[in-house]
């Protein structure tokens, strides 16, 4: 009986929810830099800059 607790403990999934959390977060902060870098590009800005001015007038 032993040695069944002991497979069913080695088999377990325990831990994995802490590397899906990891790679998890590593996707978004990923994601985030992606959005950064598009939302910061000049061709953006002026697109962004033109809609501010249109809705302005």
Known sequence: M???????RLRGD???NTAEYAVGTLAAVAF???LLKVLT????RAALAAI???ALK
């Open 2 to 8: 032993k040695v069944r607790k002991l497979l069913q």
């Open 14 to 16: 325990a831990g994995m």
């Open 32 to 34: 985030a830099g992606l």
């Open 41 to 44: 590009s000049d061709t953006v």
């Open 52 to 54: 501010i001015q249109r």
